[in-house]
């Protein structure tokens, strides 16, 4: 089983590769790590799993401890939540996911302006694979008010709001979604810059 000096010599960079090398037996004990205090050991348990879960299917066992995490008092459990359960989207046999997509999407009303940007972001690992809820995810996204966010953080949570929809919008569309689009690029919140960016991410998810 994995040692937490072992888990502590590794690398950030290495982590990918790392995870490949994992055994089984080592994935319960870095799901339990993900409650630690330590900052160190918990942020590398994290990417440990969410590299794992790219190429194999043994995390998706713990998908219940994920989303209990998304009621935690703690953001940043709330935040690990997030991100293993979209991470595991794509082993999602049992459909788990249409039990917990709402808990899911409550968080982009989060107090916490990351949380909600885990929130978003995480859901374009989830789109590929959810296609029966992409009306319920698109819907929901749409309705965050922009204006009830902090001012400095309004143009990146509208970016990653668009970047969802610029998914969503590879595999299906309505005139809602269109019209949003329209309106964030109109709407005078984003810069040429970021103007330019959506334009790309859309052209890229044609």
Not at 13 to 29: A, G, H, Y
Not at 68 to 97: C, M, P, V
Not at 153 to 165: A, E, F, Q, S
Request: net charge neutral; with cysteine.
């Amino acid at each position: 089983m994995i040692a937490v000096e072992r888990l502590l010599s590794f690398d950030k960079n290495d982590l990918p590769e790392v995870s490949k090398t994992l055994c089984r037996d080592d994935i319960p004990q870095l799901v339990e790590w993900l409650s630690e205090k330590d900052d160190i050991i918990r942020y590398h348990s994290l990417l440990l799993l969410q590299q794992r879960s790219l190429y194999f299917d043994d995390v998706y066992p713990f998908w219940n401890t994920f989303r209990k995490k998304l009621k935690s008092e703690n953001s940043f459990q709330r935040n690990i939540g997030l991100i293993l359960i979209s991470a595991n989207a794509k082993w999602d046999k049992d459909k788990r996911l249409d039990d917990t997509i709402d808990e899911y999407l409550s968080l982009l009303n989060d107090g916490k302006p990351i949380t909600v940007r885990y929130c978003i972001q995480s859901l374009r690992d989830i789109v590929p694979f959810s296609k029966h809820l992409h009306h319920k995810i698109a819907d929901k996204i749409m309705a965050v008010n922009i204006s009830d966010v902090k001012k400095t953080m309004r143009k990146l949570i509208l970016l990653d709001i668009l970047g969802v929809l610029a998914v969503i919008r590879k595999y299906q569309t309505n005139d809602e979604i269109e019209s949003y689009i329209i309106n964030a690029i109109t709407g005078g919140l984003l810069d040429k810059k970021a103007i330019k960016q959506v334009e790309s991410i859309l052209k890229l998810n044609e």
